[in-house]
């Protein structure tokens, strides 16, 4: 970066944008196209040696994902801050997302909203699972929500490029330094639902079920996609706005009891 505000001689910085994560997140125009982008300033640990390599072979897998639920990458750039250091620039898509995490500070969501946000993430992780890929890092800094309310992923592979040391959003095998599989980014969702709905959770309902499959210590035990899917659907349905049918049926029935006492009243005054 040039003491004039540009990464890479392309691309002006702007505002600091509400994230945090792996080190501070701009707004940034780039020059050649006019486009608005997001440029994150990686912070480089102490062991920080082969992490221009480790970084550009996940930002290369990133690149090659094309899925509306993924923030999409457009470049990784090494470039010089104003006091000489040496730093890694990655420029991202959706600079107008606002991360889960900022959203959660004001207090736990719904279940329904959390549904929502939680079937989306869960087709981005399909996604990056299906290309052969993980996650590796999910947690509430990584889940951006859109204006139009939808959730996508970003930061995919960074924890494992940077070494990030697991936290509370890493799964047992993680912890253990065991595994790194598709199992193990749906553990991390099924963490980061029970943060966002907090105890806002209904007992016994699709949510808690999602929840509490995803978060089996076993992976061979925990929820599949497909089953946690149709959970979080049925979660996310808005609720009618004329109560549960069950709980009005004695409702229906009086309604209906009166009707027919109407028609009846009708034939027998019809006959006389």
Known sequence: ???????????????????????????????????????????V?????????????????????????????LDLITDRTPDGALREYLVTERPDARPLSRLVED??????????????????LR????????????????????????????????????????????PPERRAGAGDGPAADLWSLGALLAHTAGRRIPSGGPLERAIAGLAAADPAERTGPDDAHALLERAARPRPTGGDLGRNRWILLVVAGLLLFAVVAMLLWAAF
């Open 1 to 43: 970066m040039t003491g004039t505000g540009v990464v890479g001689g392309r691309y002006v910085l702007l505002d600091e944008l509400d994230r945090r994560g792996f080190g501070p997140v701009r707004r940034a125009e780039d020059r050649i196209t006019g486009r608005m982008v997001a440029i994150t300033e990686i912070a």
């Open 45 to 73: 640990p102490a062991h920080g040696d082969g992490l221009r390599e480790r970084l550009l072979a996940e930002v290369r897998a990133a690149g090659r994902l094309q899925h509306p639920g993924v923030a999409g990458v």
């Open 107 to 124: 207090g736990p969501l719904g279940a329904q909203r959390t549904a929502a946000i939680g079937r989306d993430v869960l087709a981005a």
């Open 127 to 170: 996604a990056v699972h299906t290309a052969g890929g993980t996650h590796g890092g999910l947690d509430p800094d990584c889940v951006l929500l859109a204006p139009d309310g939808s959730a996508l992923v970003t930061d995919l592979g960074l924890a494992r490029a940077v070494g990030r040391e697991p936290g509370p959003f890493s």
